[in-house]
């Protein structure tokens, strides 16, 4: 057998049929069927004029990533009023490569920043209080341990009246004062005759008592207070706006499609953040005014005192909207 008809022999792999239009037909078809030209529609959506024609024709590169390319190809069906899961169901015919691609990546939730700066100066000031104790305690200590003045070891001179002068210790408690020469020579008992005649009193000193110093009072630092944690949003059924009525620290957000969102309310944290799907509802609970991000504001909506809150003139042609609810 030669090697030619070996090749012949081989199966032929045949391609599989796809039962499905292109996504991009599909949409072409219902705008020419409107009457509308690519202007208008990409006025309408507030896509840039780009986008229309890479939509329909199906190069998406301008589009960036597959969740952006998703969200518009639905935006776009949705106001053709045609059937936005049959061309999400031919996108992912016609393009298995991208939607391989959707389920490798990852979503990262975002995470506030650290203050790098102002955790620097905290730890800066609590170095300074602590060597300013230490210098305090240094300080005390070596004046607690100065030696006090001893009064009993000094000597009082007194004079009497015949000119002589007499030098002795005092104490504190008592003072003694030796008597004079010639009464040393009279041998009268004590009881009848004074040790010392004519010699003035000696007043008693008073006692001397150490100052009190009173400890300075230092207050430590206090502990800085720590960050609130991400809340947890609740999952609510049916109508999101009855949930949020009477109570202006509710805000309730429902998804028709994928949306990536992000919410804070007036402290700063973060009440809501991650990747939502087309059906899902969620409670938020916090105190007002909330900032919200969405990724794609098409697929969202917003619910606040009982009403929908319009953000449609937030929304930027890429998709993103950034609002303030209050």
Avoid at 87 to 92: D, E, Q, R
Avoid at 228 to 244: F, N, S
Avoid at 291 to 313: C, I, L, N, P, T
Wanted: hydrophobic fraction near 40%; aromatic fraction near 6%; proline fraction near 8%.
């Amino acid at each position: 057998m030669t090697e030619q008809q070996a090749e012949d022999q081989q199966p032929v792999e045949t391609p599989v049929e796809i039962d499905c239009s292109r996504p991009g037909e599909l949409l072409k078809k219902a705008r020419e069927a409107k009457g509308l030209s690519q202007i208008e529609v990409a006025k309408k959506l507030n896509f840039l004029p780009i986008y229309v024609p890479a939509l329909e024709n199906e190069d998406f590169a301008p589009l960036h990533s597959v969740t952006f390319i998703k969200g518009y190809l639905r935006a776009y069906a949705r106001f053709l009023g045609i059937d936005a899961d049959e061309v999400m169901h031919c996108f992912a015919m016609h393009h298995p490569e991208l939607v391989a691609q959707e389920t490798q990546q990852t979503v990262e939730v975002m995470k506030p920043e650290k203050n790098t700066n102002s955790l620097v100066f905290k730890l800066f000031t609590l170095l300074i209080v602590v060597a300013l104790i230490t210098v305090i305690i240094i300080w005390w200590q070596s004046r607690t341990a100065e030696p006090m003045p001893s009064v009993g070891s000094q000597d009082v001179q007194v004079d009497t009246l015949d000119g002589n002068t007499i030098v002795g210790p005092v104490s504190v408690e008592e003072v003694v004062v030796a008597p004079t020469p010639d009464k040393q020579e009279a041998e009268a008992p004590v009881e009848e005759q004074p040790l010392v005649e004519n010699t003035p009193p000696v007043e008693e000193q008073p006692q001397v008592k150490p100052a009190v110093v009173a400890k300075p009072k230092i207050e430590e630092p206090k502990p800085a207070a720590p960050l609130k944690a991400v809340a947890e949003a609740k999952v609510i059924e049916g109508d999101p706006a009855l949930a949020t009525l009477g109570n202006n620290k509710l805000v309730a957000l429902s998804f028709d499609g994928e949306c990536w969102v992000e919410v804070r309310d007036d402290s700063g944290s973060i009440l809501h953040a991650a990747l939502m799907q087309s059906g899902d509802k969620v409670l938020l609970e916090g105190e007002p005014p909330f900032r919200m991000v969405f990724g794609f504001g098409e697929a969202a909506k917003v619910f606040y005192q009982g009403e929908a809150f319009d953000f449609s003139s937030r929304i930027r042609p890429n998709g993103y909207a950034s609002i303030r609810v209050e």
